[in-house]
T-cell receptor, first 112, second 115 residues
């Protein structure tokens, strides 16, 4: 019940295409859902985050879609660029807790 | 600001050897974390600290010890390294609880190989 399930494990997209990464959770007590981006040889860095009181959040080409009833959320990268090639982690946390539960990661490769 | 720094960047150990990984942050964060990253397993929390002088176990604490003698430093120790501890280790820090939506800032990682 503490898991966050992430798919796909890897993704190849053509430049200009849309990249979609999905995550699902069971624990309805989760109330904060960030996405972290990790470039090769670097540590993860916060990309975008959402709370369950909204269904969508957009920052530039990156959008989180949130479906509370289905307990799913996804990251959409519009007009994907080779510079977006990285590993993406979804995560979840609940109020009062010290840690994030991370998904297993998706390795995205955007072809030029 | 340097953010979160980790030393060393790479290390090769033989089974049974010991070593200490150092994490330092200059953001005056209360919370610090040690994760390990393995292929297909995401980021798993080893130990964490909610303030100077405090430490607690995470999901995978066995074989590791930690200390937080100074607010800005968080040390991860391996007393007797095993091949199963071959991994990339990340330190992170945050101003407040993850549950409060506080961003965790990660260091660049230490790649450890145990032969």
């Amino acid at each position: 019940q503490q898991q966050v399930k992430q798919s796909p494990q890897s993704l190849i997209v053509q430049k200009g295409g849309i990249s979609i990464i999905n995550c699902a959770y069971e624990n309805t007590a989760f109330d904060y859902f960030p996405w972290y981006q990790q470039f090769p040889g670097k540590g993860p860095a916060l990309l975008i985050a959402i709370r369950p009181d909204v269904s969508e959040k957009k920052e530039g080409r990156f959008t989180i879609s949130f479906n509370k009833s289905a307990k799913q959320f996804s990251l959409h990268i519009m007009d994907s660029q080779p510079g977006d090639s990285a590993t993406y982690f979804c995560a979840a946390s609940m109020k009062g807790t010290y840690k994030y539960i991370f998904g297993t990661g998706t390795r995205l490769k955007v072809l030029a | 600001n340097a953010g979160v720094t980790q030393t060393p960047k790479f290390r090769v150990l033989k089974t049974g050897q010991s070593m200490t990984l150092l994490c330092a942050q200059d953001m005056n964060h209360e919370y610090m974390y040690w994760y390990r990253q393995d292929p297909g397993m995401g980021l798993r929390l080893i130990h964490y600290s909610v303030g100077e002088g405090t430490t607690a176990k995470g999901e995978v604490p066995d074989g590791y010890n930690v200390s937080r003698l100074k607010k800005q430093n968080f040390l991860l120790g391996l007393e007797s390294a095993a091949p199963s501890q071959t991994s990339v280790y990340f330190c992170a820090s945050s101003y407040g609880l993850a549950g409060g939506g506080n961003e965790q800032f990660f260091g660049p990682g230490t790649r450890l190989t145990v032969l």
